[in-house]
């Protein structure tokens, strides 16, 4: 075309940037070849990306059981003996009333003696009298002793009750095979000492005013 410059074969093939197609080309085969390498590659990081993102399982440190109690720790500490309720001086002699009629009823002393001072004379002869009966397989037929009134006096480490006492009537059986002794009701006045030991208030002595 007359206008434009004509360029050669030659020179457009020197010209910088420009190659021909020849031996050098990359094939159809090497093109299919590069793009399996390039995705195996890119697989392969995407692989190792993902295992340093997964966070690691968090196992906590082990902690140790709880230690097992030492002997001295596991053994029941001792713990003190009951504390003896401490009655008032009527409440005393009103127990020990009641525990020597029970006494009176099926000839266990235990009770009545546990609340008698045992140097009191007076009071271990009402309670031995019981046991005699009892162990010789005679029996008591009555409802023993009521309290109808009490009145407390003295220091209160060394009391004073004095007690109206209806005496229930009944019979005695001294031993087995003997005849019943009956006797009748009575009231007395009866006078009852006491003092502290070991904590609670125990009987030393018991009187008849009338």
């Known amino acids: ?4 410059p004509q360029i050669s074969a030659e020179a457009f093939s020197a010209a910088p940037g420009v190659g021909t197609f020849g031996s050098s080309a990359f094939s159809g085969k090497d093109v299919l070849v590069a ?3 390039a995705l195996v590659v890119a697989l392969v990081l995407t692989t190792l990306v993902a295992c340093e993102d997964e966070p690691s399982p968090d196992i906590a440190d082990p902690t140790p059981s709880s230690s097992a109690p030492s002997p001295s720790e596991s053994a029941s500490s001792p713990t003190s003996s009951p504390t003896v309720e401490e009655l008032s001086p009527e409440e005393t002699v009103r127990a020990w009333v009641d525990a020597r009629n029970q006494a009176l009823q099926d000839g266990d002393t235990g009770q009545v003696r546990a609340l008698t ?5 007076g009071c271990i002869g009402l309670i031995e009298s019981i046991e005699e009966v009892y162990e ?8 023993g002793w009521r309290i109808k009134s009490m009145k407390s006096k003295g220091a209160a480490s060394r009391p004073t009750v004095d007690a109206a006492m209806v005496i229930a009537g009944g019979s005695t059986i001294n031993a087995a095979g003997e005849a019943p002794v009956a006797y009748p009701p009575d009231r007395r006045i009866v006078v009852f000492k006491l003092h502290a030991a070991n904590g609670a208030l125990v009987i030393d ?3 008849f005013l009338s």
Do not use: I, N
């Open 1 to 4: 075309m007359s206008g434009h």
């Open 35 to 37: 793009r399996l390498r």
């Open 117 to 121: 001072d045992p140097t009191c004379e």
């Open 136 to 143: 010789a397989g005679g029996e008591y037929r009555t409802k």
């Open 205 to 207: 002595f018991v009187g």
